[in-house]
């Protein structure tokens, strides 16, 4: 299973938003609605933003919102804010009834 | 509140073997799947398995598939990876999390150094 695809970085400036994609097939993203994004700071354990495409756990900010059109996934963060600089994954469960991981995305913050 | 606490790591010869614990508590554990992930050095996270709250259901990656074995004891509220045949890029932090689809909360890792 190959890994899904983000772009290796992306940054903004605090206020603005911004958006990272997921790339991946019709045998993963574009097939199911178990995908989900996490956030990892440096040295710590990844911690999840959002699940089943859209959805946010409690206490997690609204400013993060998790989205999809067919094979692509997308995670925006809205009025974004100096703690929000940290690497951000994808996951996606896949028709071989296995999880695959994105590479990730480190964002900067400006 | 909902805690995992991985305990096992260290260093370990190629071809060797070990065992690692995920203890968890603050949820009822018998009622979710769980999962193993690990992330190599400088690398990102990659999934290993997951196995059903009844372990009657397990799925690995190709990557380890034949090498690692996950378990799991409801009564002691604990999860297991019995990693054998470790090679050097088996090197990383190995988390274990709850969840099949998604994963909330995580475990702090534990590091499995694979070196001669």
């Known amino acids: ?110 | 509140q909902m805690q995992l606490v991985e305990s096992g790591g260290g260093l370990v010869k190629p071809g060797g073997s070990l065992r690692l614990s995920c203890a968890a508590s603050g949820f009822t554990f018998s009622g979710y799947y769980m999962s193993w992930i690990r992330q190599a050095p400088e690398r990102g996270l990659e999934w290993l398995s997951y196995i059903s709250n009844s372990g009657t259901t397990i799925y690995y990656a190709d990557s380890v598939k034949g090498r690692f074995t996950v378990s799991r004891d409801n009564a002691k509220n604990s999860l297991y990876l019995q990693m054998n045949s470790l090679r050097a890029e088996d090197t990383a932090v190995y988390y274990c999390a709850r969840g099949q689809y998604s994963n909330n909360p995580w475990g702090q890792g534990t590091l499995v150094t694979v070196s001669s």
């Open chain 1, 1 to 110: 299973q190959s890994a899904l695809t983000q772009p290796a970085s992306v940054s903004g400036s605090p206020g603005q938003s911004i958006t990272i994609s997921c790339t991946g097939t019709s045998s993963d993203v574009g097939g199911y609605k178990y995908v989900s994004w996490y956030q990892q700071h440096p040295g710590k354990a990844p911690k999840l933003m959002t699940y089943d495409v859209s959805n946010r756990p409690s206490g997690v900010s609204n400013r993060f919102s998790g989205s999809k059109s067919g094979n692509t996934a997308s995670l925006t963060i809205s009025g974004l804010q100096a703690e929000d600089e940290a690497d951000y994954y994808c996951s996606s469960y896949t028709s071989s009834s296995t999880r695959v991981f994105g590479g990730g995305t480190k964002l900067t913050v400006l």
